[in-house]
């Protein structure tokens, strides 16, 4: 795993980690009032990578103010919806012209390749406000016939509006830095919104470079502000912000519960993106091939560190060794390197945190009888690498199977019929996300139906699209991401009333 220097391969990127970023408040950057700082580390070394403004209280007060005043005062507002719709539109074009740094970024500071920032993280983040840039002009509501019984004869002419919702704080993980930031931004941006975003603080970067790219673009000071920070201090102090409209939060369940505790001082809106323990299910009428495939990739994208990973592989049982078999061969076939090593096919995990973590579910996992067939320990010599790992011999009630562990890890188990598998793969506090792999068109569906999740996934998985709506059933959360679905959390309807 040899380390690679990132002023050789991208000098741009070099000289953006050089200088300590400052946040973004009102249309300038700016240091933390307190002059505090934090570090991000590279995750494939340890090392420190860049130096940050560290958000705090007095921060957030501040970015909460632009917002406030740009969303009842700024411009903004005034703008028509198609000149809105030009500037989100602009957004999703300078990124695309800095998708390159934005890939470097991607990789350095959250570890995953580079080969997968440029083709995922980036363009899904592109897509995403071009998208968003088609609602702002569809914000539509409806004309309704009344027909009220007490005022008899009388005539109304009554109608709806799409209004936004004010102030939004919005507080984003670090396994998709750029792309949660593009999801959360777009819609609200939509709708009419103002915004203070806080990154994660494992991964702030390019949510940082965005911001550059934000100004650039001419959206009007106060509209988007950008306070990196950590969780306890400056993501609690949005959360409970007073003159912040709503929430939008993506993290832990644990986190969200916290997020909706702080929300009551002023009952603001809250959206939650949470937590995931998603059952992939293979028939033994699969692809074989397919399904194989799709069950490692569902579980090692990302090294496991999606809410939405395929954790659970509930296999039938006469296709049980040769699946379980066949995702092992894959796992022990990944190459594990730093983000930047073109060889790389998974990178390392985040933070240190998450490495022990996961390790701590590992150990979990052997101590109630489980078995590593592939994997089953941390690697490298530094970094926060942890090998790919496939468990059997898990029952339904160890840790390991019902509990997130958000790492490479994959624990298998058979299953005889339909009958026996739903309530097992549905006896989970989340639903978040499910697979099913069969060439049978109607269990498939079936099984969709059946499935207690936000999205289910048939013979593939994993896959994302702007306009396909994604968010939780159970403890996996509050509203829907993305799709036209994502509005209703940015918007609130006006009922209009005229008699005439
Ligand atoms: P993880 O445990 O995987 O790091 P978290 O749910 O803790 O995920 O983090 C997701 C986001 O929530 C991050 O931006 C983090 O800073 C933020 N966060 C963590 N704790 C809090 C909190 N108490 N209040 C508000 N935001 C928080």
Known sequence: MGTISVAQVDPRVASFLEKPRKMLINGNWVDAVSGKTFPSYDPSTGEVLATVAEGDRADIDLAVKAARQAFDSGPWRKMSASERGRLIWKLADLIEAHAEEF??????????????????????????????????????????????PYTPGAKYFSYTLREPVGVVGQIIPWNFPLLMAAWKLGPALASGCTVVLKPAEQTPLSALKLGELIIEAGFPEGVVNIVPGYGETAGAALAAHNDVDKVAFTGSTEVGKLIVHAATGNLKRVSLELGGKSPNVV???????????GAASSIFFNHGQCCCAGSRLYVEKAVFDQVVEGVAEKAKKIRVGPGLDANTQMGPLVSVEQMDRVCRYL????????????????TGEKGYFVEPTVLVDTNDQMKVVQEEIFGPVVAAMPFTDPEELVPRANDNVY??????????????????????????????????DAALPFGGYKQSGWGREMGHDVLNNYTQTKAVCARI
Not at 138 to 146: F, S, V
Request: aromatic share 10%; charged share 20%.
């Open 103 to 148: 890939a470097y970024l991607e990789s350095l500071d959250n570890g995953k390749p580079l080969t997968v920032a440029r083709a995922a993280d980036v363009p899904l983040a592109v897509d995403l406000f071009r998208y968003m840039a088609g609602w702002t002009t569809k914000l539509e509501g409806n004309t309704i016939p009344l027909s009220v």
């Open 283 to 293: 028939f033994k009428d699969a692809d074989m091939d397919v399904a194989i495939s």
């Open 431 to 464: 639903g978040l996300a499910a697979g099913v792999w069969t060439r049978d068109i109607s269990k498939a569906h079936r099984m969709a139906e059946q499935l207690q999740a936000g999205t289910v996934w048939i013979n593939c998985y994993n896959i994302f």
């Open 363 to 378: 150990e979990s996992g052997f101590s109630q009888g489980a078995k590593a067939i592939a994997g089953g320990h941390k």
